[in-house]
Nanobody
Framework: VQLVESGGGLVQAGGSLTLSCTAS????????IGWFRQAPGQEEREGIS????????RYADSVKGRFTISSDIVKNMVHLQMDSLTPEDTAVYYC?????????????????WGQGTQVTVSS
């Protein structure tokens, strides 16, 4: 069981990035996947988006209207399209998975985590 994030990098404010999470060892259409981020100096990871096995999506207010989550069941991947980025979006971004999520933005709901990918937005 493994999650691997990719797509992070450095981007100017107002720019876009697409993060990807590749899941292996799961029955992909039986898991919920969430994206979290941990900003510099922050102890807590913030839940920013999730996509359920039924395709329903959720977003934190901080990213609603700017970020879009989607899944590719064939490739066992989840993507996070991030537009209109600001320096406040600078963080390490993590994907997480679990077969059944009740509270999508709670860290302790997820048993499986990727290693994280750095996103840096310059002003």
């Amino acid at each position: 069981v493994q999650l691997v994030e990719s797509g992070g990098g450095l981007v100017q404010a107002g720019g876009s990035l697409t993060l990807s999470c590749t899941a292996s060892g799961f029955i992909f259409d039986e898991i919920d996947i969430g994206w979290f981020r941990q900003a510099p100096g922050q102890e807590e990871r913030e839940g920013i988006s999730s996509i359920s096995s039924d395709g329903s999506t959720r977003y934190a207010d901080s990213v609603k209207g700017r970020f879009t989550i989607s899944s590719d069941i064939v490739k066992n991947m989840v993507h996070l399209q991030m537009d209109s980025l600001t320096p406040e979006d600078t963080a390490v971004y993590y994907c997480a998975a679990d077969p059944k999520i009740v509270n999508w933005n709670r860290v302790d709901e997820y048993d499986y985590w990727g290693q994280g990918t750095q996103v840096t937005v310059s002003s």
